[in-house]
């Protein structure tokens, strides 16, 4: 499902975070938001989401204007994917994926077989079925998130939204974590990242949106933004992007930072 953000503008008591933002998310693609802490990536998610309102511009996921939407439509079309989560009580994996149905119950009703049935589906998706009867919060970082990931398909929503995913998480759990979402997009689901990470940005993704300043500064192939003068202007570093692997790869090194 496609989601179309069009000169999308937010302030924060008249101080502009986002300033006409325009870009297009397809059915099937992973779109990695690149840039620094500050530049309005976690903004841009709360007006994608509906969290935030009071912006100017639209959202359109699927070719409906979001603000027309109910948090219950809204959880139909999207799925969102935290930086981290900690439940308050210790659930088990099963019964934490299982809340990805929730949207679909009544307060009064208890999911149904088909509701199970689809739950184990979904911890198979990633890979996790081992883990249904774990302690949710005795799992490691990438583990989590796989978990989430799982919920998230519980939802049933074709479109993830997934806020630095692996922020927290050792190199071999990002891979992890980077390399399921990506398996996902392989099935038509759109996949939207938030990121500081370029080589992961490159790695995995079918488009890069550079942000700097509430603004975009690049959008497009990863070949094509991912370069020395991308990252200096996103980060304030100068860097060499060497490739590796007939261009498969691409490692940012700094220049005289010593």
Known sequence: MTVEVEHLAFAYDEKPVLTDVSFTAREGQFLSILGPN???????FRCILGLQTKYTGSVRIGGTDTKTLS????AGLVAYIPQSSRPTFNYS?????????SRKLSPFRAPSREDNERCRWALEKVGISHLAQRCFHRLSGGEQQLVMIARALMQDAPVLMMDEPTANLDYGNQLLVMRQAKALTKEGYTVIQTTHAPEQSYLFSDRILALSGGRIIQDGPPAEVLTGETVETLYGISVRVVSLENDKMRVCMPINII
């Open 93 to 101: 994996v099963f019964d934490i994926v299982l809340m990805g149905a």
């Open 38 to 44: 500050g530049a309005g990536k976690s903004t841009l």
């Open 71 to 74: 948090p219950r439509e809204m």
